[in-house]
């Protein structure tokens, strides 16, 4: 009996041996992410380089994990940070409190986030992996389309 | 004491507020008598009739506010009321206001900077069969086209020319009137 | 079936209600919920907003729920197909001008109109054209921000202003499709009350200008409390953010107390809570400095230094001044400390009225207190009487409630003053005399020589008081515009005229004292005794700066810097402990300084200018070592003889309830059964002479 139990392991090894392994070289090699996944967060602008996020507190609303930490504030007329009367001053999100589980995107009425296919978030410091908008923000377009709200 | 309404008009208003049983339902008369004497509803006149009437200020602005006949905001001699509702509306009401606004060089609302024309778009004036309608300074031109509005604006700018007596000797033209009988 | 009762059945249920009941009350009554905008239950009916369309049988039409009075065997129908069609109608009409920019509105999420539009509305709107648009948002006033598309012309604010503030500040400007709600010349708003606007408004339109995109409704975790600034007591709730951060005070409706409203002094003076510069850790002046140290080395030092004094020039040198904004329990064992511990006499709270009386006065006394009655007897007198009183500044709320009871139930007032107040408008009489006058007026009033002799300024005042019906007397005791001299006069006259009063009508008295909890200050004896025994002697303070004393406890009182020349006499006394919440002028002098906690920040009872003891809860933590008073008194107190043994407020509050003349048998021994809407100790007045 002990041997039939040793061949079906041994059966299962064999099998395998010759097939190519699934593992791969990473960093050297990158493996092809699904469309879907739910990696980094994003925050995004408008064409005009307005900041999509409006504060609304949605997001951090909706969150399991509750990483996320926002304080409103009123744009100014003249130069204003969002479309509309109120952007997010501070936008924070401790990458390593969330679960990415996406809701946040779910949750906001702008679109203005997005989690990205990216994985690869690490620091010496846990307060380094609380980023804010200098990290999650997309950088202004060059060319923004003169503003039209 | 009462800033910009005179002894008279404050006197014919303590008189309309005998003629109700309620003192209040004299407010549209006593604005009526206010504009009149001042041209417009100014602040000065509003807290005026306000006093007058024991009413807080902020009713009286309600009222003043909510009828279009009382104007909020200084007007000329000469107040241009051109129907917008429906029937107007269909009959070209807009080119009319269109037309006298590009003669004028103002915008609907707006007074002429020399204060001789007011524009102002009205809701109905129960003068639908004759439409496109407008009242100027109370009175009735029916069946408007821009060369009527032409022929009328010049009638207005002589008369007024007449009143300052610029042109005396020319005859006063019939202002008064439909415009047909121009 | 009585004669003024009426049976209606609504969505199959019988109900009996009072003849001239609104449907919708009815329907409320049976828990049926009729949606609403424009109906409010202290504003009355005026049926705008459309939304409380309910089906009556026999009717042709469908018909307003908040309009309609219910008659006899009515049948109504609040959820059939022709109701829930219209109300899908009117709610999509209400959002055609509706931005429906709920993520960046404060009113989201807790939005009548919001929550409506789930449970009633259509899901979609067919409106395509382009919505009314207005500048976003215009500043009303210092305190309101207003925003016209959200608006949804229900007028409530206007009625607000018209119909219970009566400043007639807000109005509805221009006509059907383009009106707005603004001010007469578009003046700032500016009202004692304008704060209530925010809760009245069913949309987001109006919006507190202070609290402006810094919290979401979800966030806040609700606490009942009280408003500790004045003693009216009005309830409230503290709206608090991840249990530590104050974000906003609303109010709580106590129908016995502030009939739901609040003043923008109760709403919006919440800033000391969370400020900065709050007391953290004791502080020990060492070397002419305040310095941080450790609870045990303050106490200590108390101790000693007290101790020390009570040894050379006896206990009763030691004075101890409480501040009336502390708790019942503060105050009670802060009364318990000084008396039992310490051993001294010498207590008195601070601010207080600036005069005193002698025992044989007390009788003077004893007829106000007795006279003593409750807020809400107001709203069922046929007279009210101001005496040198001025309800709009001392206890705000208690102006909408006399307004109130004047314009709903057709009470009249009665203006006995020096100035006018901004109450004096709704008088029927008005009776103006120099500051010194008062006594000889209030008699005057009463005395037969003066009634025969017809002065003509009293004939107005005296008809009124000649009538029938309960009266309600509204006086304020410290006669801040009559001279110091005369004040005891005043009060003496006052309690003459009360007596008088009282041999022909009921009469209540309501005191407008000046801080929160002076009545429970006064009541346990925190007040500096008379030859007498009785609770009105000289202040302290006064006494202070003669000399007479070489230790002081200013626990929460801050007179220096308000009395002259209290700072040289304070600074040459032997030794000053002080307890605050923020280094205050009298801290700045003190050899002891104790971080206490403010009421946001611990559990306990106030009691009211018309004695209802109300409970307040724990919102948020005292910031770094902050302590209660009680328990930095009860822990102080374990260095004498005689230590006070209480372990928790709670049993503070069975002693009180157990040994306070008048508290004793009426209070309940725990806040629980004092429950959310307090309850009234020894009320006097209208209610005992029912």
Known sequence: ?149 | MTRVLSDEAVAAIQAERGRYPDPRSALLPALHIAQNEVGWCSADAIEDVAAVMELPTSDVEEVVSFYTMFYEDRVGSYVMEVCKTVPCAILGADQIIGHIADRLGISPGGTTPDGMFTLLRVECLAACHRAPVMQVNSRYYENLTPERVDQLLDLMRRQAELRRGQAREAPLPPLIGRVEAV | MAEDRVHVTIDGAQTEVPKGTILWEAAKDIGVDIPIFCYHSKLGPVGVCRMCMVQVEGMPKLTTACTTTVTDGMVVHTRSPEVEKAQRGVLEFLLINHPLDCPICDRGGECPLQDQTFQYGPGISRFVERKRHFVKPVRLGPTIDLDRERCILCWRCVRFTSEVAEDNKLILVDRGSESFIGTFEAEPYVSNFSGNVIELCPVGALTSHKQRFTFRPWELQQHPSICPHCPMGCNINIDVRDAQEVIRFRSRTNEAVDDGWLCDRGRFGYDFIGSPDRLKTPLIREDGTLRPASFSAAYRLIAERLQRVAAEAGPHSIAGIASPRLSNEDLFVFRRFLRDSVGSESIDYWPRPEYSIDSGDSAALQTLDSALTSIDRIDSAALIVLIAADPSEKEPVMELRIRSALNKRSAQLVDIGIHDVPLSGKASAVLRFAPDQIDGVLRGLFLAAAREAGSEEFAGARELLDGDGPVVLLYDDSFPDIPQERRRDALLSLAYMVDNLRERRQVGVIPLLTTSNEMAARDFGVMAPNDSGSVWGEPLVDRLLSGDYRAALFWGANPVGTVAGLTEAVEALDFVAVSELRLSETAGLADVVLPASCFAEKVGTVTNTCRRVQVFSEAVPAPGMARPDWQMLVELSQRWDNPLSYASPEAILADISGSVPGYAGRLPTSYRRVGPLGVAVKGGGVEAAE
């Open chain 1, 1 to 149: 009996m002990a041997f039939l139990e040793f061949a079906r392991g041994l059966k299962v090894t064999l099998s395998t041996m010759l097939k190519p392994p699934t593992t791969i070289q990473q960093p050297e090699e990158r493996r092809v992410l699904p469309e879907r996944f739910r990696g980094k967060h994003a925050l995004h602008r408008y064409e005009n380089n307005l900041e999509r996020c409006i504060g609304c507190f949605l997001c951090a609303g909706a969150c399991p994990a509750e990483c996320i930490y926002i304080e409103a504030a009123e744009n100014d007329p003249n130069n204003p940070v969002s479309a509309g009367e109120r952007y997010a001053r501070i936008y924070e999100i401790d990458e390593l409190r969330c679960i990415f589980c996406g809701f946040c995107e779910e949750a906001c009425p702008t679109g203005a986030i997005t989690l990205e296919p990216v994985f690869e978030m690490s620091d010496y410091e846990r307060g380094g992996m609380i980023f804010d908008k200098a990290i999650l923000l997309d950088p202004p377009r060059p060319q923004a389309v003169a503003a039209e709200t």
